[in-house]
């Protein structure tokens, strides 16, 4: 079976450079919401999780907190020191179907990397 086509809304991409922009230097921490389809996972909204914990390394909420909504596909967060790639700490802690990880500037989806649970960087289509 071919895995499924991720599109993520252009202002779901501007919303989570603006919102790890405004956290810098520390990190944010936003939940994915969309819903899945039969051949593609659309991301069409973000939500601020409960009782967040943003520090400079780190940032985190407690999972228990979420709400039990099937349309949470992931969780975005920011790398305030650039390196798009997730730690063994946010593999360790994948949540749902999909990663993101922004990194500075926050300009453009260049600065918005997609991750599989392996930590492979996967292709995303912006709508
Ligand atoms: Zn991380």
Redesign the pocket.
């Known amino acids: 079976m071919a895995p499924r086509r991720v599109v993520i809304k252009r202002d779901v991409i501007d919303g989570l450079l603006s919102y790890c922009h405004d956290f810098h230097p520390r ?1 944010g921490i936003l939940l994915l919401r969309g819903k899945t389809k039969k051949d593609e996972i659309e991301v069409n909204a973000l939500m601020i999780p409960p009782l967040p914990v943003h520090s400079e390394t ?2 985190s909420f407690p999972a228990h907190m979420l709400p039990l909504d099937t349309s949470i596909l992931g969780i975005a ?1 920011s ?1 305030p020191n650039g390196v798009l790639r ?2 063994l ?2 593999l360790n802690n994948y949540f749902g179907r999909l990663m993101i ?1 922004v990194g500075p500037p926050y300009e453009s989806e260049a600065n918005v990397a997609l991750f599989d649970r392996e930590g492979n960087r996967a292709v995303y289509y912006v709508v």
Do not use: A, K, L, Q
């Open positions: 990190e780190y940032s967060h790398h997730p730690s700490e946010d990880i």
